[in-house]
T-cell receptor, first 116, second 111 residues
């Protein structure tokens, strides 16, 4: 049973560029959440997708956008990269969030983004 | 807005000593989850607590949810070097789908 798969694992981008990060949820999971984790900090919620729609959003600017596909995989796009966007980006999948039944999240290993 | 405070921020123990981290919410939670993140790793789900006063055990780990569902604790008995990492609590209020995360407690264990 595959866990959450994220790609790429590492990425270096230049300030002002755009980046797309990808996530395949755990088999059977239908909800994908994206988090940003700076070094030594806790995960900061970016947004959550269910049924191909953004259902909730954290305090992140519109430069951060996402998408969920019919197979539940998801992308996180960040435009006009800033140095402060350097962080570990984590994808977490879960089941049943939309039904009100709460389950634990399964996290991927993350994408380490460095903006120079 | 809803906040989840976690203390202590850091804890350094000798192997074999006990360890406890506390989580306090500004609002009543519908449930609370605990995660462990090893250095260089990603958060791994440990447990979810739902009921008022609930206590759950996983080997040397004991999780509690307060009667008012506004606080929680994780206690590790006789720590081992494999317990090293950062422990996060994350809670939901009402029907909110969003998890609110604490800042984590980093545990270091001296062998």
């Amino acid at each position: 049973d595959a866990g959450v798969t994220q790609s790429p694992t590492h990425l270096i981008k230049t300030r002002g560029q755009q980046v797309t990060l990808r996530c395949s949820p755990k088999s059977g999971h239908d909800t994908v959440s994206w988090y940003q984790q700076a070094l030594g900090q806790g995960p900061q919620f970016i947004f959550q997708y269910y049924e191909e729609e953004e259902r909730q959003r954290g305090n992140f600017p519109d430069r951060f956008s996402g998408h969920q596909y019919p197979n539940y995989s998801s992308e996180l796009n960040v435009n006009a990269l800033l140095l402060g966007d350097s962080a570990l980006y984590l994808c977490a999948s879960s089941l049943g969030v939309a039904t009100g039944v709460n389950y634990g999240y399964t996290f991927g290993s993350g994408t380490r983004l460095t903006v120079v | 807005g809803q906040q989840v405070m976690q203390i202590p921020q850091y804890q350094h123990v000798q192997e074999g000593e006990d360890f406890t981290t506390y989580c306090n919410s500004s609002t009543t939670l519908s449930n609370i989850q605990w995660y462990k993140q090893r250095p260089g790793g990603h958060p791994v789900f440990l447990i979810q607590l739902v009921k008022s006063g609930e206590v759950k055990k996983q080997k040397r780990l004991t999780f509690q949810f307060g009667e008012a569902k506004k606080n929680s604790s994780l206690h590790i008995t006789a720590t081992q070097t494999t317990d090293v990492g950062t422990y996060f609590c994350a809670g939901r209020a009402g029907n909110n789908r969003k998890l609110i995360w604490g800042l984590g407690t980093s545990l270091a264990v001296n062998p």
